[in-house]
């Protein structure tokens, strides 16, 4: 068996070959590349039964094909989303795809909290004073959680994770999600999108990128928000209009935003620019206000993650080598799956 490892880090290859030293052979062989997978790239993937990828990507028809006419015969997703694979061509090809639905949606949950405490309490703009010697606190005037609205857009497994733990601070909690289960019912109400982004005081973005949910965030929601609101999104970025929520930032229409994933993050996320130019103006401009907090798509970074993003994805791989049925296949057993944390929110 031979596995060709795409957008592959050290921390994958150290989580991958554990994995795969307790399910395969030595005989098997993972070849690792770091950087993404792509139309240029497909020919390394030349003569392998399976290629693993991740969020950032290229799984079009055109790479799909490649990879197909390669000798490719499963796709392994490292993560939830599938929104940059093209299922209906796979499913053509008879390729076996298969994702890991769920990762630890605590890690997720706990960043999506540390990303509103730092923004709320300013802790960011207090290190950075403190390390000059600056002991000033003016300015850095945050807000009570307790006693706050927090709505929720997306109430899957990492949704009801945050839920849990704004539950703790005592907070109100809201959710939007016609697929929601009735454990969020325990934890606060389920209202349509116009009455959470009105009442909200920190608006969390828990949903999948479909083509109902690309742009959720645009001009019109931003104006039914409060003026005062902050918004935090560690799921997909082209859930945001980012142009518009540029226009709100400098007209005072919102009162924080902190983003884990960007929509244009793909040519710019995992990877060292420290020593370049970067010629993305909207990411360049977002990072200009106080008041706003991007990090490079990290929520899932943690050591409980990795095991089971490996551990899961390797027993996918082993599932299709051993012709068993498995539970994580979106395509490849006569069927296009929607996971339960990846089917869409309709507005």
Known sequence: MQLAVFSAKAYDRIYLDRARAQRFSHQDHCHYHSFALSEETVPLAVGCDA?????????????????????????????????????????ALGLFVANV?????????EFAVALIQTLNR?????????????FNIEGL??????????????????????????????????????????????????VDLDTLLRESHIVSLHCPLTDGTRHLINETTLDRMRPDAILVNTSRGA????????????????????LDVYEAEGELFYNDHSGEIIEDDVLMRLMTFPNVLVCSHQGFFTREALTEISDVTLGNLSDFVSGRSCPNSLVGEGHVRVCEDTAPVRL
Not at 122 to 134: F, P, Q
Request: glycine share 12%; with cysteine.
């Open 122 to 134: 300013k802790t960011h703009r207090a290190y950075n004073r403190v390390r000059e010697g600056n």
């Open 51 to 91: 290629v693993c990828v991740f969020v950032n990507d290229t799984l079009d028809a055109p790479v799909l094909r490649a990879l197909h006419a390669g000798g490719v015969r499963a796709i392994l997703l490292r993560c939830a989303g599938f929104n940059h694979v093209d299922l209906a061509t796979a499913e």
């Open 101 to 109: 639905p769920a990762y630890s949606p605590e890690a997720v949950a």
């Open 141 to 190: 005037l945050g807000s009570t959680l307790h006693g706050q609205t927090v709505g929720f857009v997306g109430v899957g497994r990492i949704g009801l994770a945050a839920a849990r733990i704004f539950q703790g601070f005592g907070c109100r909690l809201l959710a939007h999600d016609p697929y929601v289960s009735e454990e969020f019912r325990s934890y606060g109400a389920l």
């Open 239 to 258: 859930l945001i209009d980012s142009a518009a929520v540029i226009q709100a930032l400098k007209t005072r229409r919102l009162g924080g935003l902190a």
